[in-house]
C-alpha cells in the first residue's frame, strides 16, 4: 500500500468528521450569561429553542458548510475508493479527491469568514435574549464547534495537498 494514499484517506476522514461535528453541535458562540448559540438552535442555560428567524448570515454558513460536507464526502469516498481502482472513466480518483478536499476547504473557509465577519448581529441578538444590566456589558467568545469548523478549513487544503502527491499507478 502506498503510505500517502493512507496519510490522505485519514485526513479526508478526520477533516470531514470535524466538519460534521461543527456542523451539528451547538456551541458556536456563548456569552457571559448562559447564552449558547449554534447554527440550528439557540440556548439559555438548559433551556433549548429552534431559530424563529434564520439571520442572513447563519443561513449562508450552514449553505456554505452543506457544501463543504457534500464535497468533502465526495473527496473521501473517491480518495478510499482509489484504493480498489485507479480512475473513473477517463478521471484519476485522486483527481476527484483533491478537487474535493479543496473545494471543501474553499467552502468551509467562507462559512467560518461569514460568520465570524458578523459580530454585530450576534451581539443585537444577545441583547434581545438577555438584556444586559447598567453598566454589564455584553461579550462573547466563540466556543469548541466553531474552532472546529475554522480547524477542518486548514485540513481539507492539506488533504488536497498530499492527495495531488499520491503516485500514479503503474496499470493507468
Not at 496519510?7 to 458562540?29: E, K, M, N, P, Q
Not at 447554527?39 to 434564520?54: E, F, N, R
Not at 450576534?122 to 466563540?142: C, D, H, K, L, N
Request: include cysteine; hydrophobic fraction near 50%.
Amino acid at each position: 500500500m502506498q503510505p500517502l494514499r493512507i496519510v490522505s484517506t485519514s485526513l479526508a476522514l478526520l477533516s470531514l468528521l470535524l466538519l460534521l461535528l461543527s456542523l451539528g453541535s451547538d456551541h458556536w458562540r456563548v456569552n457571559n450569561g448562559g447564552f449558547v448559540m449554534g447554527l440550528w438552535q439557540v440556548c439559555y442555560y438548559s433551556i433549548c429553542g429552534k431559530y424563529t428567524a434564520v439571520s442572513d448570515y447563519v443561513g449562508a454558513t450552514r449553505a456554505f458548510l452543506f457544501l463543504a460536507m457534500i464535497a468533502g464526502g465526495v473527496s473521501s469516498i473517491a480518495v478510499i475508493t482509489s484504493f480498489f481502482r485507479s480512475h473513473l472513466g477517463p478521471v484519476p480518483l485522486t483527481l476527484v479527491s483533491a478537487v474535493g478536499s479543496f473545494s471543501a476547504g474553499l467552502c468551509a473557509m467562507i462559512a467560518m469568514a461569514v460568520f465570524t465577519a458578523e459580530k454585530a448581529v450576534f451581539t443585537a441578538e444577545m441583547a434581545r435574549f438577555r438584556p444586559p444590566g447598567p453598566g454589564q456589558p455584553i461579550t462573547f467568545s466563540y466556543s469548541w464547534s466553531f474552532g472546529l469548523g475554522w480547524a477542518s478549513f486548514p485540513l481539507f487544503l492539506l488533504t488536497g495537498a498530499v492527495t495531488m502527491f499520491i503516485p500514479k499507478d503503474p496499470s493507468s
